[in-house]
């Protein structure tokens, strides 16, 4: 009910049941995480909040608020100094450390450098992403393809990185944390290097990816992005969490064109000719690529 959705936090107690029995849907759990390097840098100061498995989110603040030290304590990479992580229901302080791959199979992962191989095709790239977690070479031949063709990059499979537009690249890093279907997708500052238009569309393949069903987690500092999407905010400011707002009722229920357009609004008025006239290019080939499930939103 409602009420729940409020007030989360106060009735939880930091017990790993408790949580459970508060908020099953829960996906992402902080409660009372702090995290101060050994440098003596706070990077997040008794940061709590839920993330409920579907959801879109996004994590927001200026530069040095925490926004990456919430990310790299979901990969695991570092370990809060105070407090609980609770992931679909794990403590992440209970995982060992010879564990801490498997539980990265459930994180698709995507950065603003884009983190590709540079040796590597597109394809292989993609490919050696589902190698690495065990994929077969049936499951490369029947899956690669089809997360390339999700992520509009069907006429690309042959191209290396460094013949990429910087969108392209991104959307290959997208293909590559998507393509084992990972119950989690985390983003951090993946438009950073892109120019406002490429970052709708990487903005719009995110939300095609959270309506089937994968929740999404952006960290980014691009404001204006974020109040046109009217997605859920969670604010950091100096390591604490001092927004956290809900997405209006409507929010998740928008066909990704829709959801394109809302963006487009802000991000492009302003702009000029040239910049219109890859927008409908770019619409275009938005609407080939549709998947069938949105038809129907
Ligand atoms: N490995 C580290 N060692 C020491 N201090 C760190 C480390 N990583 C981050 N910090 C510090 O923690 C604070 C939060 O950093 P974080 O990287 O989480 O910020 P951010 O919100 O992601 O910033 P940006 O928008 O610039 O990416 C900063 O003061 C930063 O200097
Ligand atoms: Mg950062």
Redesign the pocket.
């Given at each position: 009910m409602a009420a729940t959705e409020t007030q989360p936090d106060r009735i939880l107690l930091p017990g790993r049941e408790r949580l459970h029995e508060h908020d099953p849907n829960a996906v992402i759990q902080f409660r009372g995480v702090s995290k101060t390097?050994?440098?003596g840098?706070?990077?997040l100061e008794n940061a709590t909040f839920s993330i409920t498995r579907g959801e879109f989110v996004f994590i927001v603040?200026?530069?040095?608020?925490?926004?990456?030290?919430?990310m790299r304590l979901l990969l695991k990479e570092h370990e809060p100094t105070g407090g609980r992580i609770v992931v679909a229901g794990r403590d992440l302080s209970e995982i060992e450390d010879k564990k801490v791959p498997y539980y990265r199979r459930n994180l698709g992962v995507v950065f603003q450098d884009f983190k590709l191989l540079p040796n590597r095709t597109v394809y292989d790239n993609v490919a050696y992403a589902l190698q690495v977690t065990g994929g077969t070479r049936r499951e490369v031949r029947e899956k690669v393809p089809d997360i390339l063709r999700l992520t509009g990059l069907s006429t690309k499979l042959h191209s290396y990185p460094d013949q990429l537009s910087g969108g392209e690249q991104q959307r290959v890093s997208v293909a590559r944390a998507f393509v084992n279907h990972p119950p989690l997708l985390l983003a951090?500052?993946p438009t950073g290097n892109l120019d406002p238009e490429t970052s709708v569309g990487i903005m719009q393949l995110l939300y095609r990816i959270n309506r089937t069903g994968t929740t999404v987690v952006v960290?980014t500092?691009d404001n204006a992005m974020v109040d046109r999407m009217r997605r859920r905010v969670i604010e950091?400011s100096h390591?604490s969490i001092v927004r956290d707002e809900r997405a209006g009722s409507y929010a998740g229920t928008e066909s990704t064109r829709e959801f394109a357009a809302l963006m487009r609004d802000e991000v492009t008025e302003p702009r000029t000719e040239r910049f219109r006239a890859r927008r409908r290019a770019d619409a275009a080939a938005d609407a080939d690529l549709e998947p069938e499930r949105d038809a129907d939103a």
């Open positions: 390097y050994e440098s840098d706070v990077g603040g200026q530069t040095g608020s925490g926004k990456s030290t919430i951090d500052e960290a500092h950091v390591g």
